[in-house]
């Protein structure tokens, strides 16, 4: 009981409470926002799992806080290796939701969990790594090769399991962010661009289903869905459903096309569109200037620490919050394809709130201890 509340007191003293703070009010909303799109189905299940969800991420975030992010670092080789056994149990115990192999539903666990969710912290956290060892030399061939190689291999493994392409897109965007922050040679952004084009056929062909591809070229071909009842029928009601808000919304619990259930995924994917026909754009506002919020800090924290791989392990992680935020309000307002990815810490989804929380507790720990050649309660490791 003593280590644990001295621990308390670490984290209180030297944790980050204000990114705590921005993540809870975020979450809060989130739940507000939940009660209402979910209010149709008469049932506060989605409630019960959001707030426990909740509560769990926070005891989360305070023990990942007080974790010495440079000791789990040393062992990226197992952390690649819990990337690869996590995504493989897909195999066994997958279940099917639209169309994607995505969540895990194991015995004996009430909830399913979407494995790719979690492997983006310890990816974020390996790429760091690799890219710290290699940075003296950070254009040579063999540093490009190891974080390219796994980048490749992570979305590889997503595609062919699960076929979830919104995730395997922000694992990729998480990759260029930090190749480019951490100064890898501007010839090897081009070189990658050249491969693209090439594999691009067979990646279009072999690797992406039929309802993508519609998903995509809805967007160039007016003859795809013309009637607007199959491919186009989410992104139409959703632009409706945003539209219809217009300044302040018809009110919460109010809105005509929310309260009917209009789409499926109203709670999750397409929360913002219920946002927006029900607070309007002040609501939608409010909404991203509380994500913008994470985010800025997030990125405030890395640029504070002195250390290389600490603050690539920031912005990495803020990396991943923003092609979330700008894909799915993208995705609400009729601009991006439906590629199915929440909205960080507003979307239902329990899998996607431990995430956050774990992922922001990385933060809050390199902002306890910035330097982690500085001294401090916890062992570091001897080089």
Request: aromatic residues 12%; proline residues 4%; glycine residues 8%.
């Amino acid at each position: 009981m003593r280590k644990l509340w001295n621990g308390l007191k670490e984290f209180y003293r030297h944790g980050d409470l204000l990114l705590l703070l921005f993540c809870v009010i975020a979450s809060l909303f989130g739940l507000l926002i939940i009660a209402s799109t979910t209010r149709f189905s008469g049932s506060s299940r989605f409630l019960v799992v959001q707030g426990a969800a909740l509560i769990l991420g926070v005891m989360l975030y305070i023990a990942v806080s007080l974790l010495d992010i440079e000791i789990v670092a040393e062992h990226w080789l197992l952390l690649w290796l819990f990337n690869t056994l996590f995504m493989l149990l897909l195999l066994r115990w997958g279940i099917e939701v639209n169309g994607n192999r995505a969540w895990l539903h194991l015995p004996m666990v009430p909830v399913n969990i979407q494995p790719a969710e979690l492997c983006k912290i310890t990816f974020v956290i390996i790429l760091a790594k690799l890219f710290s060892k290699h940075r003296d030399r950070i254009s040579s061939i063999p540093a490009v090769a190891s974080v390219a190689g796994i980048t490749l291999y992570m979305v590889g493994l997503i595609l062919v399991i699960s076929k979830d392409a919104g995730s395997a897109m922000v694992f990729l965007f998480i990759f260029l962010v930090l190749a480019y922050v951490s100064g890898v040679r501007s010839w090897w952004f081009l070189l990658a661009a050249v491969l693209v084009f090439i594999a691009f056929p067979v990646f279009w062909d072999k690797l992406m289903q039929p309802y993508q591809k519609e998903r995509i070229m809805m967007f160039f071909d007016s003859t795809i869905d013309p009637t607007g009842e199959g491919v186009r029928w989410d992104t139409n009601r959703s632009v409706a459903m945003v539209s219809g808000g217009g300044i302040s919304g018809q009110g919460l619990f109010r809105g005509a096309m929310t309260q009917s259930h209009a789409i499926d995924s109203q709670y999750s994917d397409f929360i913002f569109s219920a946002i927006g026909e029900e607070l309007g754009i002040l609501g939608c506002g409010f909404t991203v200037l509380l994500l913008v919020a994470v985010i800025v800090r997030c990125i405030h924290v890395g640029l504070k620490t002195p250390n290389f791989m600490y603050r690539t392990i920031c912005f990495g992680i803020s990396a991943m919050l923003v092609f979330q935020v700008l894909t799915n309000v993208g995705m609400c307002i009729g601009v991006f394809p439906v590629i199915g990815l929440t909205l960080p810490f507003i979307s239902y989804g329990g899998s996607s709130i431990i995430t956050m929380f774990l992922a922001m507790g990385v933060v809050s720990g390199i902002h306890m201890r910035p330097d982690p050649e500085a001294k401090s309660p916890y062992i570091q490791p001897r080089y």
